[in-house]
């Protein structure tokens, strides 16, 4: 298994700004995952963070605008920058400790952008 | 394309009926079902996980299934308390692409 601390858990942040999400996992974990989950929608995978390599991003999701951090197996940060209210939403970071094993998650970030 | 649909979209439903909740997908190749409770500002957290050769799985008071023909699972709750009101998400791993296919969930109410 794995506890996820992850935080801010909310935030309001002015349009052009940036925010920085930190998630601490209780055990070393090869990837973790960053989505984002906006209101009445599904979780969209933003990328997945590879300890000692950059971080794989998914389509629309680019690198200038989610940097990624991951400095050892227990630690993330994902910052958002450049805020808009476009980004208000959920993110939420992820590990899954074993192949086909449950994925466990942060309590989440809920950012709202003025 | 890979997608994972959810019906219903809401449910509303009294303290200690059951309901039922469906999810229907199309992802290939077929990995595992996943099904999450969703607290409103908590993060998702795991409920059961089906594979291809699972047909039923139960967790206390949910039982989820799977036909993996149909491509079509659902997650059945019993008895049902004020704590269940959440939303429930559907999820299936891509054995190809290792990825996860999140549906957009069902948002449960239960009124006491």
């Known amino acids: 298994s794995a506890v996820i601390s992850q935080k801010p858990s909310r935030d309001i942040c002015q349009r052009g700004t940036s925010l920085t999400i930190q998630c601490q996992v209780d055990?070393?974990?090869?990837?973790m995952f960053w989505y984002r989950q906006q209101p009445g929608q599904s979780l969209t995978l933003i990328a997945t963070a590879n300890q000692g390599s950059e971080a794989t991003y998914e389509s629309g999701f680019v690198i200038d605008k989610f940097p990624i951090s991951r400095p050892n197996l227990t630690f993330s940060t994902l910052t958002v920058s450049n805020m808009s209210p476009e980004d208000s939403s959920i993110y939420l970071c992820?590990?899954?400790?074993?192949?086909?094993?449950?994925?466990?998650f942060g309590s989440g970030t809920q950012l709202s952008v003025l | 394309k890979n997608q994972v649909e959810q019906s219903p979209q809401s449910l509303i439903i009294l303290e200690g009926k059951n309901c039922t909740l469906q999810?229907?997908?199309?992802?290939?190749?077929?990995?595992?079902l996943r099904w999450y409770k969703q607290d409103t500002g908590r993060g998702p957290v795991s409920l059961t996980i089906m594979t291809f050769s699972e047909n039923t799985k139960s967790n206390g008071r949910y039982t989820a299934t799977l036909d993996a023909d149909t491509k079509q699972s659902s997650l059945h709750i019993t008895a049902s308390q004020l704590s269940d009101s959440a939303s429930y998400i559907c999820v299936v791993k891509n054995s190809g692409t290792y990825k996860y296919i999140f549906g957009t969930g069902t948002r449960l109410k239960v009124l006491a």
């Open positions: 992820s590990v899954e400790p074993g192949v086909n094993e449950k994925l466990f």
């Open positions: 999810c229907n997908y199309t992802v290939s190749p077929f990995s595992n």
């Open positions: 055990s070393q974990v090869t990837m």
